[in-house]
């Protein structure tokens, strides 16, 4: 981080392959098509160089203090690019294939779908703390430092968001 910071580039491309895959799966997530996150993905990255010397990664882990960063950034883009246009609601089968080797099955693609259409239909603040919590693993405290928001609106938004899902997939008949 520290030769990134300093203007090493190579050192920049070696933060960009460790957490792209983080970043397309934030975005991914916040409603896009595998091609939207890719480049959510790259505004990311171009917008985290340019703002890299004034990141402070502080005496406690830098690299998670990065971590959480980049999905600020990402999770800013992704709303921001919402908001100027309108998004494909799109739902395609590349999902299946990028979640851990799914099984094909109609059925597990169908119960894919069910899940991503009802993440659409959360406000895009508790979206981004689920799936920030719930697709990517940050702790709590990583999830209040990445949307800039205290501990307890993340435990908040969480609940909440956790019970809008199982509303909306009980709704669809997918709960269970």
């Not at 792209?20 to 990255?45: K, P």
Request: hydrophobic fraction near 40%; include cysteine.
């Amino acid at each position: 981080i520290a030769r990134a910071q300093a203007g090493d580039k190579a050192a920049y491309g070696q933060l960009v392959q460790r957490y792209r895959r983080l970043i397309v799966s934030v975005a991914y997530h916040q409603g896009f098509d595998l091609a939207g996150a890719e480049d959510v993905a790259q505004e990311t990255f171009i917008k985290a160089w340019l703002a890299l010397p004034r990141f402070k990664s502080g005496d406690e882990s830098s690299a998670g203090k990065l971590r959480a960063w980049l999905c600020r950034i990402a999770i800013n883009i992704a709303i921001d690019t919402h908001r100027r246009t309108r998004p494909t609601n799109n739902l395609d089968e590349s999902m299946a294939g990028t979640e851990n080797n799914l099984d094909n099955s109609l059925e597990v693609q169908d119960q894919v779908q069910a899940v991503r259409r009802a993440l659409e239909q959360l406000p895009s603040a508790s979206r981004a703390a689920l799936v920030l919590r719930e697709y990517e693993g940050l702790s709590y405290a990583e999830i209040a430092e990445a949307l800039d928001i205290p501990l307890g609106t993340v435990m908040s938004r969480l609940n909440y968001a956790r019970g809008r899902l199982r509303e909306l997939l009980t709704d669809t008949g997918e709960a269970g």
